[in-house]
């Protein structure tokens, strides 16, 4: 009786937990640092880490922070509380030049690092748990790279390539041009010599008395 109770109900078991699972999924936390999770800085400006949260069911006594790892050594940048949606949360920062601008506007817990050094490149983690989902927590990385300037980006053998490229698709564009034109007075030229022989036809024909000429319609003199 057991084998057949699992065998009819084994099926339906697992769509109820498909389905709770994908339920999860969807309403699952997740921190967001854009689509360009890295930024390459020159040393001694000033720049924003950004991070925002989302979550399907709303959150409820949301804990984040955002982490440096230093070789390897994770160490807390800042962390708070965000009570409810909405709620600017009250941050506590535990390294110098940082400031915390997101002020949970738009869910957004985004962290500024004035005047940066060398030091201060490498990865940052934007962690989050969210208790209204039983604990449901993750995490984003960010790369932030120091350097002494920007570098130009020399595009000399990309507008060589380009203008070879745009050059010989005008000189195509400009063959294809010439070619369609003279089939075009070719054409013209061979309608304007076949109207000529038609129109040369027609005065022979008249001048040799041919039929339909002129020349047929003198009557034959009689004789006397």
């Not at 360009?36 to 949260?53: R, W």
């Not at 959150?59 to 955002?66: E, G, S």
Request: hydrophobic letters at 40%.
């Amino acid at each position: 009786m057991e084998v057949q109770w699992f065998r009819v109900h084994l099926p339906r078991l697992g769509l109820i937990f498909s389905t709770l699972l994908g339920m999860w999924s969807v309403q699952a936390l997740e921190m967001i640092v854009g689509k360009i999770p890295f930024l390459q800085a020159v040393n001694g400006s000033t720049v924003m880490l950004p991070c925002t949260y989302a979550s399907c069911i709303g959150i409820q006594d949301l804990y984040f922070n955002w982490q440096f790892n230093d070789n390897g050594t994770m160490q807390k940048v800042c962390e708070s509380l965000i009570v409810n949606e909405g709620v600017e949360p009250h941050v506590e920062i535990f390294r110098e030049r940082v400031e915390f601008v997101g002020k949970n506007r738009n869910n957004n817990v985004s962290i500024l690092l004035w005047n940066i050094t060398f030091e201060d490149g490498g990865l940052y983690t934007c962690f989050g748990r969210n208790p209204k989902e039983k604990g449901r927590n993750h995490s984003a990385i960010f790369k932030l790279i120091v350097v002494d300037e920007l570098r130009v980006v020399d595009n000399t053998l990309t507008i060589m390539i380009a203008s070879a490229v745009g050059g010989a698709i005008a000189a195509l564009m400009g063959f294809m041009l010439l070619k369609n034109f003279t089939i075009f007075v070719l054409s013209k030229i061979e309608e304007k010599n076949k109207e000529c022989l038609v129109t040369s036809s027609g005065i022979d024909n008249t001048e040799n008395g041919l039929s339909g000429s002129k020349a047929d319609s003198k009557p034959t003199p009689k004789k006397k």
